[in-house]
């Protein structure tokens, strides 16, 4: 129930824990959690918070899940394989995703999101600064789930500087909603838009909606922007 302060450096926390205390991560400072067993996740309960400009990273190499039923306000996210669960209300300047992701209905992404792999499995995501997806078939939006744009979201099948991976997929199971003043660029060739496991979502345009080259979409498009 007190404050854990980090105010530099790294701190690697690697049992399941349950916390209802405060944790306060500056900025240039690190905070790794780190569990070793799905049925005892690491869980942050309703009175817990995750507070700075510093970076917090959930990482494993198995399934093993971290929950926020917390506050969290930090400056970078880091979720790798292992899946992250934000329950509470989340403000995340910068994230770097490549695991899956639950989100409550009050989660924000204020600045840089990358997302290199995973899942957005549930919850309704607010993304206001600039985003980027990249890869082969990486992208997955799960049924009930709904991204909103109002900043600058790109999905491209870039690898490296030169490479292109020709078969990158984004499935859409959820609603991808581009908000209006929001910028949707889907910008390279090769990128499939198309149901996820059976289940048809749709991308829902009233801002501005942008691709280049040849494009294949097998969802609905509600459009009331610009395409």
């Known amino acids: 129930h007190g404050t854990l302060e980090l105010l530099s450096g790294e701190l690697a926390l690697r ?17 790794q ?3 070793t067993s799905r049925r005892d996740p690491t869980l942050l309960t309703p009175t817990a918070s995750v507070t700075g400009a ?3 990273v959930v990482q494993s190499s198995s399934s093993d899940e971290w929950i926020s039923e917390g506050t969290l306000d930090i400056g970078t996210l880091v979720i790798t394989n292992r899946p992250a669960h934000l329950l509470g209300s989340s403000r995340i300047t910068n994230l770097v995703q490549s695991g899956s992701l639950r989100a409550s ?3 924000r992404i204020l600045g840089t999101w990358t997302w290199l792999g995973g899942s957005l499995d549930s919850g309704r995501i ?7 997806t990249r890869g ?7 049924e009930g789930t ?11 099948n870039r690898t490296g ?10 499935r859409l199971g959820g609603i991808l909603r581009n908000l209006p003043g929001g910028l949707l660029l889907i910008d390279t060739n090769g990128i499939v838009v198309r149901a996820s496991n059976n289940t048809q979502g749709a991308i829902e345009n009233e801002g501005t909606l942008r691709t280049s080259l040849p494009l294949t979409v097998r969802v609905p498009i509600r459009n009331s922007g610009l395409l």
């Open 105 to 107: 209905d009050d989660t």
């Open 136 to 142: 082969a078939y990486i992208a997955t939006l799960a």
């Open 15 to 31: 049992n399941p824990t349950t916390n209802a205390g405060t944790y306060l991560v500056r900025e240039g400072a690190t905070l």
């Open 54 to 56: 510093g970076t917090v």
């Open 33 to 35: 959690f780190q569990t």
């Open 161 to 170: 500087t030169t490479g292109f991976t020709p078969n990158a997929v984004l």
């Open 146 to 156: 709904v991204l909103e744009n109002a900043g600058t979201l790109r999905f491209f």
């Open 126 to 132: 607010r993304h206001l600064g600039v985003g980027q």
